[in-house]
């Protein structure tokens, strides 16, 4: 005992043999400082306040609240509870809820069928070091950090009936914004030009960090670029193909600053986040109204995140 | 797991520890990065409503005056206050719009003594909530307005609530110079102003420029068919939701309408007003329907160039004297902090020296008191003034006549519905009509 160097009892780390023995509620007080649980309480609680209050108190209440006709005007007590009726307005009497939940799913499909895709095509694209690659992943990435007002000038300029770019160098009439059979299509290539440059760099970290002996390998059992890529490389990005997908999903349900930035959801660019924004943001508002389609919003989202917890979780367990 | 070198590096980090094996460190890091985030945005949100230190003597005003002009002049009118009266007005501007979005929390938290506000339903409905204050005493003391004004001024319950200031006509606005070329006269019936629509396309022009991708310049069109079709007592009851859309008179306005949209300008949902009066302003078109505000689009020697005239007669038993012209104005908030100070500075503003204020510095609006020195007008704001003056009944336009969230959620996605297919008008009043009977419902 003598040879050992002086250690303070509560943070010496016993040797493997003694923690069979003495069990486990001294083993855990000697790997804990006070100061450790002070900090790991505070760690655990400080978020769980902070997700408690910013997201399950609002969801609930939003669901509370879309059972009201609450104009967010008074006291809480005064609040006439309407039971179904704002679900049944939404889906009966509201023209735009049917084109928004189109449109979402068309979001959807477009960001995962196009942009996606093209995101990662730039990604292998510039994973090859051609000269210049810098410029191009800074001039492709560019879209995701400007602000989305300035994309929405920005690509007002181009889509202008009477002063646009596109319309100007075409000599064509078409009316990129207000043609409700146009528009979304108008809006989806803009907000994929954004989408495309998220994507692309998620993809380029994950090339990064993928071993290149194992392309070597496929090189030298003579493996093509093309089945290099879908064989070796993909499969072994398999998490940021799961961030990616996550990704997608989560900016297409969520896709609304741009058409909001265009003409506020209206007309062909009916999204459901737009509508909640149109119906709860406002003065003398529709409170309940708008947190009926919230809530149908929630219900979508949870589908998706049920999905990805269930997939994360089962392979936590294996 | 080395700290990230490039943003690329983090971002292929935000995968969560279940299909990365992250380590704990920087996990921790990110928490504490989004606290520090949240933190930051939450003192941002609560340092708004600081302004109101001083004396006991000071007012504050929350104003929704943010652009350049009417800000400038804003000061302006306080500091001709404060020379008159010793007391200091502390200015609060908020943008426009996030000031219209958020009336309902900035009224009912801490609001500013006195307020920028808009006559119509909109001032009704927060007096008639209770979170505006009964000004009938200043109106004692006001002169120069003429009943028209007082009538906007005043809630459901007869007292008064509101202060006018400014305000400006709708009309059909025209070039001169283009008018001249082409010989065109001024229509007075239906008849006439559909000749001379399709004159002016012969002549080549767009007869009606036409812009709706705000949504709510198209609310003009219909308020004026309505108006001329069917009076404005009908008006303020269909707005006021006690009339059917699915009536007979309402679908005359849209049939009238349905017959001149082919004298407007096409692909009006991707055109904002300033881009339809600018088609206006380069002569290629012939008329524009819309506010007194249409000359900020002309150089200062075109104004000169610049003229009106107000919708022609529909119906001959209705006439043609009616019009739409919004008025801006002042509010006292429920329970003002400084109410003596409150109350001086809304008399202050309803009074001649503000009004003659108004006029010398902002040549975009009409004063709304009559006792202010007009001899400053331009020829156009005379003429408008005149207009206004002829007017036997004073509209404030529909998203200011009606409940707000029935505007915007309703009517502005219908009258879009219209524009495109014209032709569904039964389809599209019971749409509106059963959206109406749930959101009227106390």
């Avoid at chain 1, 486990?24 to 002070?38: A, F, I, M, Q, Y």
């Avoid at chain 1, 090859?128 to 989305?148: C, H, I, N």
């Avoid at chain 2, 690329?8 to 995968?15: G, Q």
């Avoid at chain 2, 049939?255 to 206006?280: F, I, V």
Wanted: aromatic fraction near 10%; charge should be neutral.
């Amino acid at each position: 005992m003598s040879d050992l160097p002086l250690i303070q009892a509560d943070r010496a780390v016993p040797p493997p043999a003694s923690t069979t023995s003495t069990g486990g509620r001294r083993r855990r007080l000697r790997l804990l400082s006070r100061t450790d649980r002070v900090v790991i309480t505070l760690m655990v609680l400080v978020p769980l306040l902070l997700v408690t209050g910013f997201v399950w108190l609002p969801a609930a209440a939003t669901v509370l609240l879309s059972g009201t006709n609450w104009d967010g005007i008074g006291p809480l007590n005064e609040i006439e509870f309407v039971g179904a009726r704002n679900y049944s307005d939404v889906v009966n009497i509201y023209p735009p809820f049917v084109p928004a939940i189109q449109h979402n799913l068309l979001w959807l499909a477009a960001l995962f069928v196009v942009a996606t895709p093209f995101g990662m095509f730039l990604a292998v694209l510039l994973d090859k070091e051609l000269r210049g690659s810098r410029f191009y992943q800074t001039a492709l990435y560019l879209p995701v950090v400007l602000s989305l007002a300035l994309i929405g000038f920005v690509w007002q300029l181009l889509y202008s009936r009477d002063q646009g770019l596109i319309n100007a160098v075409f000599g064509s009439s078409i009316d990129w914004y207000g043609d409700s059979n146009v528009n979304i299509w108008a809006v989806m290539v803009a907000s994929g030009w954004r989408h495309v440059g998220y994507i692309m760099l998620l993809y380029l970290a994950g090339l990064k960090g993928v071993d290149p002996s194992l392309r070597e390998a496929a090189a030298v059992d003579g493996a093509s670029e093309s089945r290099t890529f879908f064989r070796v490389v993909f499969p072994v990005m398999r998490p940021i193909n799961i961030i990616v997908l996550v990704v997608t999903v989560i900016e297409s349900l969520r896709a609304f600053d741009l058409v909001w930035v265009v003409n506020k959801g209206r007309n062909g660019l009916e999204l459901i986040s737009a509508l909640v924004t149109q119906n709860v943001v406002g003065e003398a508002s529709r409170i309940g109204f708008g947190s009926a389609l919230a809530t149908i919003m929630l219900v979508v989202s949870l589908v998706f995140i049920t999905i990805y917890l269930a997939t994360v979780m089962r392979e936590n367990r294996e | 797991m080395s700290r990230p070198q490039s943003q690329a590096e983090y971002l292929a980090r935000l995968v969560p520890p279940s299909v990365a094996g992250i380590n704990r460190r920087s996990l921790l890091a990110g928490a504490a990065g989004t606290g520090a985030l949240l933190g930051t945005g939450l003192l941002a949100g609560c340092g708004d409503d600081s302004g109101s230190g001083g004396s006991s003597k000071d007012v504050s005003l929350g104003s929704n005056q943010s652009d350049p002009k009417p800000k400038d002049v804003l000061v302006k009118v306080t500091d001709g206050f404060k020379t008159s009266s010793g007391v200091q007005v502390a200015i609060n501007t908020v943008d426009h719009n996030t000031f219209q979005e958020n009336i309902n929390n900035y009224l009912q938290g801490k609001p500013d003594d006195v307020f920028t506000w808009f006559a119509g339903y909109r001032m009704r409905f927060f007096a008639q909530k209770g979170l505006a204050s009964d000004i009938s005493d200043v109106w004692g003391k006001l002169s120069g307005y003429s009943d028209a004004f007082k009538k906007a001024s005043t809630g459901d319950d007869g007292k008064q609530y509101f202060v006018p200031a400014t305000y400006y006509p709708w009309a059909v606005f025209y070039r001169k110079s283009v008018w001249q070329q082409h010989g065109y006269q001024v229509p007075t019936t239906l008849d006439q102003f559909t000749a001379l629509g399709e004159q002016m396309k012969k002549d080549g022009l767009t007869p009606i420029a036409f812009a709706d991708k705000d949504g709510w310049p198209a609310m003009g069109t219909f308020d004026i068919l309505n108006l001329r079709i069917n009076g404005y007592q009908f008006h303020v009851d269909l707005m006021a939701g006690k009339e059917a859309w699915t009536s007979d008179k309402v679908k005359k306005v849209f049939d009238t309408w349905a017959g001149l949209l082919p004298l407007h300008q096409t692909d009006s949902l991707g055109r904002t007003w300033q881009e339809a009066a600018q088609s206006l302003q380069q002569k290629k078109s012939g008329m524009y329907l819309l506010g007194l505000f249409v000359g900020q689009q002309f150089s200062n020697d075109e104004q000169d160039d610049l003229d009106f005239f107000t919708f022609p007669e529909i119906d001959p038993a209705i006439g043609a004297k009616a019009l739409d012209a919004p008025i801006d104005g002042y509010m006292m908030a429920r329970k003002p902090k400084n109410e003596d100070s409150a109350r001086k500075l809304l008399e202050y503003f309803g009074g001649k020296a503000a009004a003659d204020i108004n006029l010398k510095n902002d040549p975009a609006v009409l004063v709304a008191n009559s006792g202010a020195d007009v001899g400053g007008y331009t020829a156009l704001q005379k003429k408008a003034a005149e207009l206004v003056g002829s007017a036997t009944e004073i509209a404030q336009f529909l998203d200011r006549d009606t409940r707000p969230d029935f505007a915007s959620t309703v009517m502005i996605p219908a009258l879009q519905q219209f524009i495109k297919n014209p032709k569904d008008i039964d389809g599209l009043t019971s749409s509106i009509e059963n959206q109406k009977k749930s959101i009227f419902t106390d």
